[in-house]
T-cell receptor, first 115, second 111 residues
């Protein structure tokens, strides 16, 4: 499978615990995005990278959230001290920055449930 | 600010009829407008997109129109089929960056 992959697909955790998700983008894509989607809503932007540089973070993103893309390939999203309000589907997407390419390809998501 | 309104939130049509979903955005710098289809329990997938230098784009039964002056764009699906049933999200972007998505339209095509 050469598409975007995410791991794990499901995560159940207790309030206050830390969780980390991984995203592997399409191999030649240099841009990687994290979104959060709750039931009945569209994906909400969290942050994005071009290569290893984090270029933008949502103003709504709590300081409990941190993302990295150390080698410009896979990325991790960590949530510290999880809260019940963090329960959502976390989607990763990748794209190839260029003159015409802008399509973002989404991964299957990681569904987080905070008890 | 960044905002996109999408209407209607739900839409039921008979198989073979047309469906139209409309979105209005606020960011004048927007130049890329994608539409994604999300089936239940699956990832969003791009079905069509349009750039600001084009007023209309068509791909088989799907078309998108853009009115930059009025800041709205629409998705048109003709000859709807049951497999078109899904949630559709409009979006806009100011470049090769984040996409701001609408709240979605749940389309049901009744056989």
């Amino acid at each position: 499978d050469t598409g975007v992959s995410q791991d794990p697909r499901h995560k159940i955790t207790k309030r206050g615990q830390n969780v980390t998700f991984r995203c592997d983008p399409i191999s030649e894509h240099n841009r990687l995005y994290w979104y959060r989607q709750t039931l009945g809503q569209g994906p909400e932007f969290l942050t994005y990278f071009q290569n290893e540089a984090q270029l933008e973070k949502s103003r709504l993103l709590s300081d409990r959230f941190s993302a990295e893309r150390p080698k410009g390939s896979f990325s991790t999203l960590e949530i510290q001290r999880t809260e019940q309000g963090d329960s959502a589907m976390y989607l990763c997407a990748s794209s190839l920055a260029g003159l015409a390419d802008n399509e973002q390809f989404f991964g299957p998501g990681t569904r987080l449930t905070v008890l | 600010g960044e905002n996109v309104e999408q209407h209607p939130s739900t839409l039921s049509v008979q198989e073979g009829d047309s469906a139209v979903i409309k979105c209005t955005y606020s960011d004048s710098a927007s130049n890329y407008f994608p539409w994604y289809k999300q089936e239940l329990g699956k990832r969003p997938q791009l079905i069509i997109d349009i750039r600001s230098n084009v007023g209309e784009k068509k791909d088989q039964r799907i078309a998108v129109t853009l009115n930059k002056t009025a800041k709205h764009f629409s998705l048109h699906i003709t000859e709807t089929q049951p497999e078109d049933s899904a949630v559709y999200f409009c979006g806009y972007s100011g470049g090769y960056q984040k996409v701001t998505f609408g709240t979605g339209t749940k389309l049901q095509v009744i056989p």
